[in-house]
């Protein structure tokens, strides 16, 4: 079958692209300019056509998704703002994340016959609140805290004091809402299901188009800056959250298309928790590596946490471990000479 991708140039969605092409599955992903179409073409050029790419200019126009599904089996939408810079509105996060998803869902409606699938990169930005004490979160909670507080800020003027993450975390939960919302309003004259996978932190090595440090996406770029620079604040390295390899998550978009008892089900893809002490500790032994204070986060009490269990045992997962994961991921840095 062929599988359309969207944001294929992206961290993880390059991950999906490759494991659907391993599985043998045809690939078509979107893109929203040419210029991010060469480094992919080089990347995936041992599939010929089995791997092709469109371009998408616009993901929050009606129907921009028309051309892209037809013929397609099932549908991975990845495609969404995952930035930290402290400058946008809350609508720079919150438009492309649910006209995004609400308009590739519509497409599929329209002219989707084939569809069998729908998956949706979610995050686990959709399912934790802050808590005032440690917590274990599960597929049935929902941030219901992000979009209450864009919208009071956006009522009192104020929502230029808005956390970024607190932007990105609303756009991911309304775009996952409406998603559902629609899949419902919908479920008895479709030929397609809904499932939604809802990773934590990811981190792992890149092969979408990172040509430097810098060019890295945002989970990425935050694993690097901690391994590599001295941190002003020595106690943000015994802060931390959940995480899942890339790859793994690649892996996890093609387990949600092969198993039928995933259909209609959000699914938390997470190994587990961690602190940034973790990765340092797990760090080759180098002077370009921080070092922080080796072992001290092993007694943390960890403040989010999720219960992957339905990963597990519905899913299929298997997880990288932080070892290995720190050690691909250092492995990739050294052979770009970073
Ligand atoms: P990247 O920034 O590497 O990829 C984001 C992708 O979305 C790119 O293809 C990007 O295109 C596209 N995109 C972003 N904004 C827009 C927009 N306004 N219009 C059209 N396309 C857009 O990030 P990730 O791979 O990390 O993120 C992919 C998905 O995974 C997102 O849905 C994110 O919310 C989710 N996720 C990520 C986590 C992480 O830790 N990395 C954790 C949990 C979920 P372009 O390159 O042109 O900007």
Known sequence: GKILVSGANGFIAAWV?????????????????????????????????????????????????DEAVKGVDAIE????????????????????????????LKSALKHGDAIKRIVITGSCASVLQNEPKPTLFS????????????????????SDTLPTMTKYRASKTLAERAAWALYEENKGKIGWDLVVLNPPFVFGPTIHDTPTPE????????????????????SVLLTGSCWVDVRDLGRAH??????????????????GPWVWQ??????????????????????????????????????GMKYRTTAETTKDTVADWEARGW
């Open 17 to 65: 692209v490759r494991a659907l092409l391993e599985q043998g599955f045809s690939v078509r992903g979107t893109v929203r300019s040419a210029d991010r179409c060469s480094h992919l073409r080089t990347t995936f050029a041992e599939y010929g056509d089995k791997f092709e790419l469109l371009v998408v200019p616009d993901i929050t126009q009606e129907g921009a998704f």
């Open 77 to 104: 939408h990845t495609a969404s703002p995952f930035h930290l810079r402290a400058d946008a509105k809350p609508e720079d996060f919150i438009v492309p994340a649910v006209q995004g998803t609400v308009g590739i």
């Open 139 to 158: 597929e049935k909670d929902w941030n219901n805290q992000a979009p209450r507080e864009v919208s009071e800020a956006e009522a009192a003027g104020t």
């Open 278 to 315: 973790d990765w340092l500790d797990a760090a080759p032994p180098s002077d370009k590596y921080q070092k922080g204070n080796p072992g001290s986060g092993k007694n943390v009490v960890h403040h989010i946490m999720y219960d992957a269990r339905r990963s597990v045992e519905v899913l």
């Open 254 to 271: 093609v387990l949600a298309l092969l198993k039928s008892e995933v259909a209609g089900q959000r699914i938390i893809v997470s190994e």
């Open 215 to 234: 060019t890295l996406n945002t989970s990425a770029l935050q694993f690097y800056d901690m391994l590599t620079k001295p941190n002003p604040n020595p």
